[in-house]
């Protein structure tokens, strides 16, 4: 018994992390039309060597949220 799989429209699909978290406007990355302004952060925890990672998002707080989202166990750092 076989049966037709049809693919899922890019509208409607949603994408994932590794870790699970959905990769979608305000929960990892703004909204579309928001006003943002580019923050560089550090993240610790992954490795040996914490990344730096610049991003665009509303404000700091927004900038941490999102990338908690994507590194919840490492600790999230505003740059200058």
Same mark, same amino acid.
């Given at each position: 018994?076989?049966?037709?799989?049809?693919?899922?429209?890019?509208?409607?699909?949603?994408?994932? *992390?590794?870790? @699970? /978290?959905?990769? =979608?406007?305000?929960?990892?990355?703004?909204?579309?039309? +928001? &006003?943002? %302004?580019?923050?560089?952060? *550090?993240?610790? @925890? /992954?490795?040996? =060597?914490?990344?730096?990672?610049?991003?665009?998002?509303? +404000? &700091?707080? %927004?900038?941490?949220?999102?990338?908690?989202?994507?590194?919840?166990?490492?600790?999230?750092?505003?740059?200058?």
């Amino acid at each position: 018994m076989s049966q037709e799989h049809k693919p899922l429209s890019s509208k409607n699909s949603m994408k994932f *992390l590794e870790n @699970g /978290i959905p990769d =979608a406007e305000g929960v990892t990355r703004p909204e579309k039309d +928001n &006003k943002t %302004k580019k923050y560089n952060l *550090l993240v610790r @925890g /992954i490795g040996n =060597a914490p990344m730096k990672l610049s991003t665009y998002a509303e +404000n &700091k707080q %927004k900038a941490i949220k999102y990338a908690t989202k994507r590194w919840g166990d490492c600790i999230i750092e505003v740059i200058e």
